[in-house]
């Protein structure tokens, strides 16, 4: 029989040789791979806004990357991942994104963010768990089904010790280096 650590070699061998049909995304999340169908309209929508909001109102130069790859570490709560959020935002400096691999350490990387889906569940948990254990200082998550923003801050070990929930039309606060309160009404 097959050690763990074997199978899980060849999980992640096998999800790094994968050919998704063109338009969809895989990522390899509690060691299950998840192959994900195109985003809908409105998806998209509550991404743009908060794009939009992180580009113009942060007290620091905000870069985004929409569906760059994260190499997470492994342990804990969160088996070795390669996950891909739906927003990702570093500051400007020192250009993070630039010549970065496919799949990249997540040092230096504010925010990660993502915009529940048909499988809510892996963005409210799953994918939570692992953001933290990578030390990322905050994960917000725009759950459509509750109607609701979540912000996740201070990291430690597989979770977060600070949560802020506002409901749609609220403004929660983003810390800094964003400094700024979202304004959540283009949710609705």
Known sequence: MASAAVLRLLLLEGFLGLHTPEGFRAELIEGEIVVAPP???????????LVKQVIRNSATDMSFSGYQGLRLVSGGLCPRNHVIPDATFA???PRLFRGAPPWM???GV?????????????DRIAKRH???RAGIPLHLLID?????VSVFGKP???EYTEVRLAPFGQPPALPDPFGF?????PFL
């Open 39 to 49: 985003t809908d309209g409105d998806h998209e929508d509550h991404i743009n806004h």
């Open 91 to 93: 500051p400007e400096s």
């Open 105 to 107: 350490e997540p040092a």
């Open 110 to 122: 504010a925010m990660v963010a993502e915009v529940t889906t048909s499988r809510p569940d892996q």
């Open 130 to 132: 692992c953001y933290a």
């Open 144 to 148: 459509r089904d509750k109607s609701q």
């Open 156 to 158: 430690q070990r597989d």
């Open 181 to 185: 309160e979202l304004d959540s009404k």
